[in-house]
């Protein structure tokens, strides 16, 4: 029976090279998004690869909406097997001159609207009982960010609201162990990915906004995706970035934040003005921008780079054993005893 995938931000950047993908491989795959005209160029894409599919456009913030898409999903191309929850928003802008409007509407997008979506797959993953000897996994998947445990300057609402998803994916991880329900919950960390996003954020800053490289294809995201709908895991850090940056907020967060405000702040923005600065946050901005940001001739388009949470405690126990190791031989040294030099 074919496989039913639905990706959320689905028309656009790593959302649509998600959706390729998966397509690519077999899936019958439905896009949620909001700007209808780009939906329906992503929905006739994904027909172009020979599998069923539907796209509909919807507003993640809003519950209903998001169930009501899971119900004609389930009516139109069959069970849910894999969610991809990728809608994000965000403000380039000083956490103090934040709206209160601004602050909402990035929470309801990329938090909320990826907990409406956890929600409504895992009701209907879970009602069906638990999958046959051999049956494939039943998989959400988080694409979150590397700011959600390490944010950045000028993007406070958004690392907010990432930091929410993970919180939020851990607790309900628990409960369906607890429930016995045997869905996979995989929080997926990313870089710097060549999207076009930073031509579409809200920006009060009053400069074009760039993602600091190094940055990655959307594609090879997507097949990180492709692989964790068929091999699950609890937590992937994409990219060297990703397990650098855990592993600096781990080992000194203070330097962490001195590096951020050196090297992040100036480091965002690119020449001349924001092309839009009102941007896609509570409109969205119309026309089939595909799937890449202005960095494809340097985006990084490799597999392999990926770190599990096990991968990850490793590093961290590795860096923790050379930072021991080097207090124990500073304190031989001050007080001169054996070893001391």
């Given amino acids: 029976m074919p496989r039913v995938a639905v990706v959320t931000g689905g028309s656009a950047g790593i959302g649509r090279a998600t959706a390729e993908e998966l397509a690519a491989q077999g899936w019958s795959v439905a896009v949620l998004a909001r700007d209808p005209g780009r939906v329906a160029e992503t929905h006739a894409s994904l027909l172009r690869r020979g599998r069923p599919a539907l796209g509909l456009s919807v507003d993640v913030a809003d519950p209903a909406a998001v169930d009501a898409a899971a119900d004609r999903v389930e009516a139109e191309l069959g069970p849910i097997d894999l969610w991809v929850n990728n809608a994000m928003a965000t403000v380039v802008q000083r956490a103090t001159d934040l709206t209160a409007e601004e602050l909402r509407r990035v929470t309801e997008v990329t938090y909320l609207g990826t907990a409406h979506g956890t929600q409504a797959a895992v009701r209907r993953m879970a009602r069906r009982g638990p999958p046959a000897p051999g049956d494939p996994p039943r998989v959400v998947v988080q694409v979150v960010s590397l700011l959600a445990f390490r944010p950045m300057p000028l993007q406070a609402a958004y690392c907010a609201a990432k930091n929410a998803v993970v919180a939020f994916t851990r607790s309900l991880r628990t409960e369906l162990v607890h429930d016995g329900v045997d869905v996979d919950l995989c929080l997926l960390y990313l870089p710097g990915v060549n999207t076009p996003q930073p031509g579409w954020a809200r920006n009060g800053m009053g400069r074009a906004q760039q993602i600091p490289a190094p940055v990655y294809d ?124």
């Fill in 218 to 341: 959307p594609r090879a995201v997507a097949r990180a995706v492709a692989r964790l709908a068929r091999s699950p895991r609890r937590e992937v850090w994409f990219g060297t970035t990703s397990v650098l940056s855990a592993l600096g907020q781990w080992a000194n967060p203070s330097l962490m934040d001195r590096f951020m405000a050196r090297t992040a702040w100036d480091g965002q923005f690119a020449e001349g003005p924001p092309p839009d600065p009102e941007g896609n946050l509570f409109t969205p901005v119309p026309g089939d921008v595909g799937v890449d940001g202005p960095k494809t001739a340097t985006a990084i388009d490799r597999d392999g780079d990926l770190a599990t949470s096990r991968g990850r405690d490793l590093a961290v126990a590795g860096t923790a054993l050379l930072a021991a190791t080097g207090a124990v031989s500073l304190v031989r040294r001050l007080v001169g005893g054996p070893g001391a030099r």
